[in-house]
């Protein structure tokens, strides 16, 4: 797929818009013709294990409601003509060619790109005015949608309303949004979308972990690899313990206990790698049923069989004297730069099938990172 910025160039978004300022970019895609219809989206809304919303209301008359799916089609075959939007994440991985889309922003980490997640609303539909987190490309690929920004706003919520929308909204810019065009928006921009027809915008959801939430993966990593038997033991004390007090070289030994758990050299890497391939993943893999041995992957593909990454993986790798770490949603393996590097290409690339290789390949089937195209081509969820 072509750039997915129209005639910027990417040096002209990374160094003036991204992380910075919103951007509209008319035209990103010329001629965008997406893959999913309306009516496929509303399907995907009554799966079991789509993450669908339906949002109703209007900021005119604050009068919001959401439900979640899955939804029952009938439910959605009664909803009204208008104010009405229905929203589900994750939707590259539920219909993996989508993730040739996502691959197109490779001018950003692949690390970092989240999902994709696709509205479809009736005329006046709108999840209100709010702020994001997460930077984000929100991509117009049928009707009309008008955008409105701010970035200074009060951040007041409007009371008793769980969709965390904005009380006040006066937009500072607005524009129309016809199919192919997309506005990026970097976190904590106001912003504000109404459907001006039956339309449906597909928003490329980024990531980016807080401090707490790496603070509270750390913990939680450190606290299931350190050795059991860690745990404070006193020093001979000189004086006699005052009641109630914790003493100052009590406080030391407390946190040189802690100290000695990040001076772990493992850390950085096995830390990092696992908590980022692993970071707001709604649905952890599942092993096979039945193993596959290096020597049948072999004969598999051989047989012409294609290597297929299971869409609810991530992958991510870091360098580590010459070779790859490479991460699974959690798992760890190593390989070389050039394995790791085919491995997470959209499509995968398949390596050279040498033993290392054939080996790393069917651990990572039998943990459910990948596996092999069966001949109707029907891929797991
Ligand atoms: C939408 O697609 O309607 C909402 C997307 C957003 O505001 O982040
Ligand atoms: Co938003």
Redesign the pocket.
């Known amino acids: 797929m072509s750039s997915p910025l129209g005639e910027m160039s990417v040096q002209v978004f990374l160094d003036e818009y991204w992380q910075k300022k919103p951007c509209l970019i008319r035209q990103a895609l010329p001629d965008f013709a997406p893959e999913l219809e309306v009516d496929d989206v509303a399907g995907l809304a009554c799966d079991d294990l789509a993450d669908a919303r339906l949002v109703s209301g209007s900021y005119s008359s604050m009068n919001w409601t959401q439900e979640y799916g899955p939804f029952k089609p009938k439910r959605l075959r009664q909803l009204p003509e208008s104010n009405w939007t229905l929203l589900v994440q994750d939707v590259e991985k539920h219909y993996p060619p989508l993730q040739c889309l996502l691959s197109a922003f490779c001018f950003i980490p692949s690390w970092r790109i989240d999902d994709l997640m696709i509205s479809v609303a009736a005329p006046g539909g709108s999840?209100g005015p709010?702020?994001?987190q997460y930077d984000?490309f929100?991509l117009q690929a049928k009707g009309h949608r008008r955008w409105q920004i701010a970035r200074s706003f009060d951040p007041g919520l409007a009371p008793g309303c769980e969709l965390n929308l904005l009380a006040e909204f006066t937009p500072e810019q607005e524009w129309d949004l016809a199919p192919g065009d997309m506005l990026y928006?970097p976190p904590g921009v106001a912003?504000h979308?109404v459907a001006l027809d039956t339309c449906m915008t597909w928003?490329i959801g980024l990531r980016a972990p807080s401090q707490a939430d790496l603070l509270q993966a750390l913990g939680e990593w450190l606290a299931e690899t350190q050795a059991e038997g860690n745990r404070y033991s006193d020093k001979p004390a000189s004086e006699l313990p005052r009641p109630g007090e914790i003493a100052p070289e009590d406080v030391q030994g407390l946190l040189e206990l802690m100290r000695q758990a990040l001076v772990d050299e493992r850390l950085p890497n096995a830390f990092l790698g696992s908590f980022i391939s692993r970071y707001r993943l709604a649905h952890q893999p599942a092993p096979p049923e039945e193993p596959i041995s290096p020597e049948e992957l072999f004969s598999e593909l051989s047989n012409g069989r294609r290597l297929v990454r299971n869409p609810w993986t991530r992958l991510a790798w870091v360098e580590q004297q010459g070779k790859a770490e490479l991460f699974a949603a959690g798992d760890e393996f190593v390989c070389s730069i050039g394995t790791a590097q085919a491995l997470s290409s959209t499509p995968p690339v398949l390596p050279e099938q040498n033993a290392p290789n054939l080996d790393l390949i069917s651990r990572l089937i039998n943990s459910g990172h990948f596996y092999l195209e069966t001949e109707d081509a029907d891929q797991p969820d």
Do not use: F, N, Q, T
């Open positions: 999840v709010h702020v994001d984000v929100l928006l912003h979308g928003s």
